[in-house]
């Protein structure tokens, strides 16, 4: 519900801005500011009181759905503890494993109000699933990295046999020009407004212990291409001169001082808008990796470098619908999805959203933790 409350209240005092700067302009001159605050504050109480009774009207109507958790390998504890996060609209009730006879899990699912599908051999899936569709019972299944893939397909009817096509192309070249375009003229403007942010940063960074004021690191972008991604230094110097990755961790002894705010507010990606003008990046793709990172997750992952199809972004698919403690494997689901449904307007969304997810602890740029059993 809190979300819900700022997003109004933000939309609320953008729309009143914009209409006192619109009756300012039909006056010639600058009106009192102090009706459109009250107006302002009348507004932003509306809004909370509407959201409040709107949202326990819909918890006193409506009770989270009664679920069945079948699962495969995995106990499915992660799944159901995230299903768990959501109590308001869903409640795992029971969990079964696929190695019990079919039968007998086809025989408890109409007891439920839905089921969850967590990494269960295609026989068995395609089972439940057929079973659940035709009894009319919601369905959900934590998808397959070839099930993302099709996603992206074309259906197409030849004659009257429906196929789908997957021709591996992840964008046609209109695509293609009109990122290229939206990446050049939005980084472009953000350097020019940011410019006394980007010089301000950089002359504390320099102050702060006389070190450079850049910090380059290998990455790894579109097909496989290494380049330097810039970063405004928020460590001390050499902070990895044995060339191992030392991940950050709170108070760590190595963030300076000035280090410490300009990663909390993210400034020290600021630079990246550099890479972006270059064509090394992109502002919405994958999160580029370390060259050895991404020889690591490929041997445990070998569709890890499918994310590689097109350039690495500032933000993501990934970045926004993460978490710290999300899989490689999950994140590698999440640009997939990304690649095989991109569309200019989704890129835009992506840009919006990055600003609600940009100060949160949870948003992270790299894969922490190893799981190889969903992607079969």
Same mark, same amino acid.
């Given at each position: 519900?809190?979300?819900?409350?700022?997003?109004?209240?933000?939309?609320?005092?953008?729309?009143?801005?914009?209409? &006192?700067?619109? *009756?300012?302009?039909?006056?010639?001159?600058?009106?009192?500011?102090?009706?459109? *605050?009250?107006?302002?504050?009348?507004?932003?109480? %509306?809004?909370?009181?509407?959201?409040?009774?709107?949202?326990?009207?819909?918890?006193?109507?409506?009770?989270? &759905?009664?679920?069945?958790?079948?699962?495969?390998?995995?106990?499915?504890?992660?799944?159901?503890?995230?299903?768990?996060?959501?109590?308001?609209?869903?409640? %795992?009730?029971?969990?079964?494993?696929?190695?019990?006879?079919?039968?007998?899990?086809?025989?408890?699912?109409?007891?439920?109000?839905?089921?969850? %599908?967590?990494?269960?051999?295609?026989?068995?899936?395609? /089972?439940?699933?057929?079973?659940?569709?035709?009894?009319?019972?919601?369905?959900?299944?934590?998808?397959?990295?070839?099930?993302?893939?099709?996603?992206?397909?074309?259906?197409?009817?030849?004659?009257?046999?429906?196929?789908?096509?997957?021709?591996?192309?992840?964008?046609?070249?209109?695509?293609?020009?009109?990122?290229?375009?939206?990446?050049?003229?939005?980084?472009?403007?953000?350097?020019?407004?940011?410019?006394?942010?980007?010089?301000?940063?950089?002359?504390?960074?320099? *102050?702060?212990?006389?070190?450079?004021?850049?910090?380059?690191?290998?990455?790894?972008?579109?097909?496989?291409?290494?380049? /330097?991604?810039?970063?405004?230094?928020?460590?001390? %110097? /050499?902070?990895?001169?044995?060339?191992?990755?030392?991940?950050?961790?709170?108070?760590?002894?190595?963030?300076?001082?000035?280090?410490?705010?300009?990663?909390?507010?993210?400034?020290?990606?600021?630079?990246?808008?550099?890479?972006?003008?270059?064509?090394?990046?992109?502002?919405?793709?994958?999160?580029?990796?370390?060259?050895?990172?991404?020889?690591?997750?490929?041997?445990?992952?070998?569709?890890?470098?499918?994310?590689?199809?097109?350039?690495?972004?500032?933000?993501?698919?990934?970045?926004?619908?993460?978490? &710290?403690?999300?899989?490689?494997?999950?994140?590698?689901?999440?640009?997939?999805?990304?690649?095989?449904?991109?569309?200019?307007?989704?890129?835009?969304?992506?840009?919006?959203?990055?600003?609600?997810?940009?100060?949160?602890?949870?948003?992270?740029?790299?894969?922490?933790?190893?799981?190889?059993?969903?992607?079969?």
């Amino acid at each position: 519900m809190s979300e819900v409350v700022i997003s109004q209240s933000v939309s609320l005092i953008i729309c009143n801005i914009i209409t &006192y700067l619109q *009756l300012c302009l039909m006056d010639n001159r600058m009106l009192s500011t102090t009706g459109m *605050l009250v107006l302002t504050a009348v507004d932003m109480v %509306v809004a909370c009181v509407y959201v409040f009774v709107c949202t326990f009207i819909y918890h006193m109507t409506r009770r989270p &759905y009664n679920m069945l958790m079948i699962y495969g390998n995995e106990n499915g504890e992660a799944l159901k503890t995230k299903m768990d996060g959501r109590g308001d609209r869903y409640h %795992v009730s029971e969990m079964m494993s696929y190695t019990e006879p079919l039968e007998t899990i086809i025989s408890r699912i109409d007891e439920f109000d839905g089921v969850i %599908v967590s990494d269960i051999p295609a026989e068995q899936r395609n /089972d439940i699933l057929k079973y659940c569709y035709e009894k009319e019972i919601r369905i959900y299944l934590t998808p397959k990295i070839s099930d993302v893939i099709e996603s992206g397909g074309e259906e197409i009817n030849l004659f009257d046999t429906p196929l789908v096509l997957v021709n591996g192309i992840s964008m046609t070249l209109g695509n293609r020009i009109a990122k290229r375009s939206m990446d050049l003229v939005l980084s472009l403007l953000a350097l020019i407004v940011l410019s006394p942010v980007f010089i301000l940063t950089a002359l504390a960074v320099k *102050l702060c212990d006389g070190g450079p004021v850049f910090f380059k690191q290998k990455r790894v972008t579109m097909d496989g291409r290494e380049f /330097d991604i810039l970063k405004f230094r928020s460590m001390i %110097v /050499d902070a990895e001169k044995d060339h191992t990755p030392h991940p950050a961790e709170d108070e760590d002894p190595r963030i300076t001082k000035v280090g410490k705010y300009i990663r909390a507010c993210r400034l020290d990606e600021l630079p990246q808008l550099l890479n972006i003008i270059k064509g090394d990046m992109s502002i919405v793709g994958p999160r580029p990796e370390r060259v050895e990172n991404v020889k690591e997750y490929t041997e445990q992952i070998p569709e890890f470098p499918m994310r590689l199809k097109v350039r690495g972004g500032l933000t993501g698919y990934a970045r926004v619908y993460g978490k &710290y403690n999300t899989t490689p494997l999950d994140k590698l689901k999440l640009d997939l999805m990304y690649i095989e449904n991109y569309s200019v307007m989704l890129d835009l969304r992506l840009m919006l959203m990055t600003a609600r997810v940009i100060f949160s602890k949870e948003a992270t740029e790299g894969f922490e933790n190893k799981d190889e059993d969903e992607r079969k």
